[in-house]
Structures are given as structure tokens and as C-alpha cells.
């Protein structure tokens, strides 16, 4: 049993069929093992790609993301110097800066973008992906995974990185500038988000899923 979880596409019931996107002949889908890819029988092109390990991948690159989320939020973004006056500050000293400064449309977007939305997703993710490793799912797996899907495309950590970045560029001038741990944990979490959204096709999870569902049901 243990060996089907590391097979797909689809459903081992299921037939599916397949075009291939360069010369349009028609396939019947194989469950292929993990590593291996399908390849079109006319032209030789990669119908489809079991990757290795997709879902330990998207895991591990999940609970780095989680950490250096947490490690953000802890430590000091930067560190300056103006004139002899240290100061640092942080992600959460940043929001609420801005919004005891009247800034709140800016505080409470940059909460959302950079802390909340990240969070939820990295966490749908970490609840769908690692019960799936064993081939099992927790409830609700369905909507949270829908979830997931609707939450991708707004979060937008690197949007939040390059603003600070360019005014990080004009403060050089005026004063010294330390890059903290946060400034490196958000630089992490953008390369890790990208690793455990990007490493697991969308297609592939929700097969999983479906296939951690049938079985947990009684025959
Ligand atoms: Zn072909």
C-alpha cells in the first residue's frame, strides 16, 4: 500500500486521458512512480513528471518558511545610525509605528501582505502536505486546499521586500545602516515560499487528497 502514495497522476481507478501539447496525440494515463516521467509515444516529449519527493519538498520548504516567518517577527529588520542615534526596528515595531502615526491603511496592509497571509497559507499548506507524506488526511482537507489556492496569488511578500528595499537605498545616504536578522529571515521566506508553492503541482495535491479521502472510507 505504502508504495501507492508515491504514485500518480491521477486516480488508480480513474482513466484518464491526455493530449500531448506538441503533436496532439491522444494518450491513456499510467500511474508512473515517483521520479519518473511519461513521455509522449509519437514524439517523445514529457507528457507529465512524477517529481521526487514533491511532497516532502513542499514540507520542508513549508517549516523553513514558518520559521524564518516567526524569526521575522522576532528580530530587528535594520538597525540605524543617524547622527549617533541608534535605533532598530522590526516588523511588528514597523506596524505599529505606522499606525500610531496614522498610517493605517499602510500598518494594516502590511500586517496582511507580509505577516497574516503568509502565515495561513504556509499553515494550509504544512496541514495538507504532511499528513500526505504517510497518505492520510486531516479533516477539511477539500476546502482548506481550496483555500490555499484562492490565498496564492495575494501573498506577496517579495511586493513588501522591494518597497523596502528601495527605501532602504535612499536612508543609506542619510544614515548607517545595519541589515538585521529580519531583513534576512524575509529574504529567506520569499525564496521558501516560492520553494513550497512551486515544488508541488496543484494537479498532484488534489489527487492526493482524493486519494487519502477514498481510502480512509469504508469499502
Ligand atoms: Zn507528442
Known sequence: MSHHTHTWPRLETRVHRIACHFCDSHHLVDL?????????R??????YRNRKSSLAKAGA???????LLLTALLFPFISMDVFG???SISVPGAITSLWTSGGTFIAVSM??????????MISCLLY????LLIGRTLPFASPIMCGFQMLQPWVMVEVFFLGAMISLLKLVKLAEIDLGIGFW???GLMFCLAGAVGGIDKVELWDRIELAKSRRRPA
Request: aromatic share 10%; net charge negative.
Open 185 to 187: 529571515s524575509i529574504a
Open 128 to 131: 495538507l502536505c504532511i499528513p
Open 61 to 67: 520548504f513549508g517549516i523553513t518558511a514558518f520559521c
Open 85 to 87: 542615534n541608534k535605533s
Open 32 to 40: 508512473i512512480e515517483e521520479g519518473q516521467a511519461a513521455h509522449c
Open 111 to 120: 500586517a496582511v501582505f507580509v505577516v497574516i497571509l503568509p502565515f495561513t
Open 42 to 47: 509519437q514524439c517523445g516529449q514529457v507528457l
